[in-house]
């Protein structure tokens, strides 16, 4: 039997099991169960009021359990008091035993109050996840000792730094979870309760640490692994670990507080949550794309021959799509990728990646001798080359233009592991919904432009515009590339052309800067053009697309960083070297505004 006492800012209070002996605390902060600051006041107010030694249940609203991290919830989820460290405390130092319910995602700050219960019972779509590592940060409330405890040094470590998500099955088998619930996730989370005969906290469980020897090795192949990585991140969550076999609990929490205050202070971490939001922004399409049906697109069509379209055949046939592939103008160029694409599969086969089963069955997918007449089968067609005849405006089927400039329809210029697709305002909010659903099939998640497709080219051109012209006014090539390095950028190729020979000084700093001010000007410059959507939206292109470092953030978000005025004053002071430095006239709006880049 379930009574409601009563509801806080965010959670349900209610008193369960027999005689109301349990209390039963269910986070219900929509849609994601946030552990935001009131949700950690009426979570610590109504533990911190249960009569010494009451059983504690903590659930999740629905079919989750809290997944809200700093990049869905902003900073401001970390403000106020009690802080989830204090939270966590709170709950395993609670005179009962406390059991976590976890029926769907725990990540983050949720994962982290699960681990600080006495127990968990996890259902069949649990998912524990510590993506910190992924933000450049530790854990924030003790989980670096409490994770350890209970499933080991190996275990914790491909959690915490390689964000590994454990589901259900896994968490018990690894010692995470103490008992797997079919359905009511709720009701056997208090049956456990009950029958538990007393607190149990993990920072007072060893059987993780049992095995010294284990445990240390662990800890000396990540550190071995994490020696060459230039964030400091990793380090410091090895470091932290290892002190859960080596230090008191308290002592462990303390050491895990300064290097999570030291990180978050940090321009790693600052740049990686700047990434990950930019990522998260551009993978919701406007409302009206939003609320459009999206086709499901079963048999792509691919018209002409190019290195794209053989690696989008490759990505189709392996999501197990039909692929019709019509050779275009030219038979020689389709024969040559049609080969590539096969040799793909054959070395698949050869290196165990593929099964013969599996092999058969693409090969039989590729239909690479299609005439241009069965194009008008295919959901989609992706043109290489001029539209056959029978297709132009052919009603029914989603038609994409690979981009380079103005286009008759939707463009797309595939990059890295995303694409670029527009222009969206443009275009059918359906046509366009059904291209994104596509091509997230075939790991290629789109990023929408309001003209033709290609800002990333268009941005990294401006930047390499400017180390050529470095380079040609005689800064040392070497120079050059040091500095970009030092940034975590791979350089071109340049050529020492200073002028009659002679050497420029310059240091690196400069080098940066005006590497980054005139890409970030050709940004602005797509932003007032209506090209680009929003500043976010180039920086997501450049990490994912052109191998910008995403520890960097962006150049948008560094323009940012320095601010409009300090921007707009170095390329005015440059603009006499190259028309690259121009400043665009956008930055005196955005001076005049007090503004930089807005997402």
């Not at 120079?479 to 950028?489: M, Q, S, V, Y």
Request: net charge negative; glycine share 12%.
């Amino acid at each position: 039997m379930v009574q409601v006492i009563g509801a806080a800012s965010g959670i349900r209070v209610e008193a369960a099991g027999p005689e109301g002996a349990v209390l039963l605390l269910v986070i219900d902060n929509p849609p994601l169960n946030a552990l935001g600051p009131a949700v950690r006041a009426a979570l610590a107010g109504a533990i911190a009021d249960a009569a010494p030694g009451r059983p504690v249940v903590i659930a999740g609203a629905g079919r989750m359990f809290s997944a809200a991290t700093l990049i869905d919830q902003g900073d401001g989820i970390a403000d106020g008091r009690p802080s989830l460290a204090e939270l966590c405390l709170l709950i395993e130092n609670h005179s009962g035993p406390v059991v976590a319910a976890v029926a769907g995602r725990a990540v983050g700050p949720g994962a982290e109050l699960a681990l600080a219960a006495h127990a968990r019972v996890a259902g069949p779509w649990a998912r524990f996840i510590f993506p910190g590592a992924g933000l450049g940060l530790p854990p924030e409330a003790g989980a670096s000792q409490r994770l350890p405890r209970l499933v080991g040094a190996q275990e914790a470590l491909e959690m915490l730094l390689r964000v590994h998500p454990v589901g259900a099955d896994e968490a018990l088998a690894i010692g995470l979870a103490d008992h797997l619930a079919d359905e009511d996730v709720v009701a056997a989370a208090i049956d456990l309760a009950l029958s538990m005969t007393g607190p149990r906290p993990v920072s007072a469980r060893n059987e993780g640490l049992s095995d010294v020897a284990a445990y240390t090795a662990a800890i000396a192949r990540a550190r071995a692994r994490e020696a060459r990585n230039p964030l400091p991140a990793p380090a410091r969550i090895v470091d932290c670990v290892e002190a859960a076999l080596c230090l008191p609990p308290a002592n462990g929490y303390a050491l895990e507080a300064v290097a999570y205050e030291d990180l978050a202070a940090g321009e790693e971490s600052q740049g990686l949550i700047a990434a990950a939001r930019a990522e998260r922004r551009a993978s919701v399409p406007p409302e009206d794309i939003l609320r459009a049906d999206a086709e499901l697109v079963t048999v792509l069509g691919l018209n002409g021959s190019i290195p794209q379209q053989a690696a989008l055949a490759l990505m189709a046939v392996e999501r197990g799509l039909r692929v019709i592939w019509s050779a275009g103008p030219d038979p020689q160029a389709h024969a040559a990728q049609v080969k590539a694409v096969t040799a793909r599969m054959e070395a698949g086969l050869r290196e165990g990646r593929l099964s013969r089963e599996q092999y058969d069955a693409d090969l039989l997918r590729l239909e690479s001798d299609a005439g241009p007449e069965a194009l008008g089968e295919a959901g989609l067609i992706l043109h290489a080359g001029p539209v056959p005849a029978g297709l132009v405006d052919r009603p029914g089927i989603v038609q994409l233009f690979y981009g380079g400039g103005p286009g008759p329809g939707l463009l797309l210029a595939p990059s890295g592991r995303i694409a670029e697709l527009g222009p969206v305002l443009a275009a059918a909010p359906g046509q366009v919904a059904t291209a994104i659903r596509l091509l997230r099939h075939l790991g290629l998640p789109p990023v929408l432009t309001g003209g033709p497709v290609g800002i990333g080219r268009a941005v990294t051109a401006a930047g390499r515009r400017a180390l050529a012209l470095m380079a040609q006014s005689g800064v040392p090539v070497r120079l050059i590339a040091r500095a970009l390095e030092d940034f975590g950028e791979v350089p071109p190729e340049l050529t020492d052309t200073g002028v009659s020979g002679t050497m420029r000084a310059m240091t690196g700093d400069e080098v940066r800067h005006r590497w980054l001010a005139a890409m970030a000007n050709e940004g602005y410059r797509l932003l007032a053009a209506g090209v680009a959507l929003r500043p976010s939206d180039i920086d997501h292109i450049l990490i994912q697309g052109h191998g910008f470092p995403r520890w960097r953030g962006g150049p948008m978000y560094q323009a940012a960083r320095r601010g409009p005025m300090v921007l707009r004053a170095d390329l005015r002071r440059w603009q006499s070297e190259g028309d690259v430095w121009t400043p665009h006239p956008v930055l005196d709006e955005l001076v005049s505004k007090g503004r930089g880049a807005v997402a």
